[in-house]
């Protein structure tokens, strides 16, 4: 009599605990939820350490992204490496997206206070914008390591661009085109630079 009496008793604390347990949303059956799984989409505006960009067959890897902030106005380039060759990954968004790929020359010699016009390469570049930016900064940006810097944008013909950076008195020229994204193939990573340079 003794028993019928306990298994009476631990089916009514089981049958309590089974009511409460799915009036939380919690059945015994139940599988534990899991945190939703980061977006593996990509795009020029969300790209990630350690991601792949292709570009002519090339696989650059985003070792480094730094986000630039004039007043309120922001734009991105993400450092991307091919084994001991580098370029710039540039991202604008003004009414429409531009992106270009640059890379750093030390074939151009400019002053602290660049001029409206500058013949590079046979080319000759207008001074298209120029100001000073905050920066935000993840992974490598090589010598891009001050708080702010002055920065003068030039545009040439064919699509072709210059930029011209004070990093507190390193200055830093890099020259490239503008690109068309559709021609990126952009993979994602797993979070981590691979070069570590």
Not at 148 to 167: A, M, P, T, V
């Amino acid at each position: 009599m003794t028993y019928l009496w306990l298994f009476i008793i631990i089916m009514g604390i089981l049958g309590i605990v089974l009511y409460f347990r799915q009036q939380s949303g919690k059945s015994l059956g139940a599988a534990p939820q899991t945190p939703a799984l980061p977006s593996l989409d990509r795009t020029v505006f969300t790209l990630e350490i350690g991601d792949i960009v292709q570009h002519l067959e090339t696989d650059w890897v985003v070792e480094g992204k730094l986000v630039y902030n004039d007043q309120g106005y922001t734009w991105l380039e993400y450092l991307l490496q091919d084994g001991s060759r580098r370029q710039w990954l540039f991202v604008e968004e003004d009414d429409v997206v531009e992106v270009a790929l640059l890379e750093a020359t030390s074939l151009l010699e400019v002053g602290t206070q660049p001029p409206p016009q500058i013949t590079f390469a046979n080319e000759l570049y207008h001074l298209k914008e120029s100001g000073t930016a905050q920066m935000t900064r993840q992974g490598s940006t090589l010598n891009r390591n001050a708080e702010r810097c002055q920065y003068f944008d030039y545009q040439g013909s064919n699509h072709k661009i210059l930029s011209i950076e004070n990093w507190d008195g390193d200055i830093e020229v890099t020259a490239g085109q503008i690109i068309h994204p559709s021609i990126l193939r952009l993979l994602p990573g797993d979070g981590r630079r691979i070069y570590g340079v």
